[in-house]
């Protein structure tokens, strides 16, 4: 059915205020299409699950969902809390990933970047300091690149 919605697509692109003759697009799928951001997450978690498949780096969060919610002593005991692993945030097409040192931040790049070179994507490094902490110089790299 995903083939046929996109079978015979042709396209033109408007260069220098000129467009340019009608190509085929063999690949891909349309501009703008609604089912891009669909494809892309479920393409993205895969990629995901392969890289940190049996992998125990991030941070661990415990949660209530009984209870007061503001009474912390609750959180001391161990039944009825559930813990759970967070080491990556999406956003659209952009993935941070977190954990609590830098040396743990080091293997899950290279974990990340080794999935994305096995299914064909690169990865750019980008950091970004928590608004108001200023910038500090790191030692993470991929491919020997920082």
Known sequence: MLKELHCNMKSRVTFNEELSLEITVDSGIKQDDTLAPTL??????????HAFRGCDIGVGLRSRFTGRVFNLRRFNTQSKTFQTLVRELLYADD??????????MQLLINRFSAACSSFGLTVRLIFTPPKGVPYCEHNISIDGTR
């Open 95 to 104: 993935t941070d990933l977190i954990v609590h040192i830098e040396e743990d």
């Open 40 to 49: 892309f997450s479920i393409y993205f978690a895969v990629i995901i699950t």
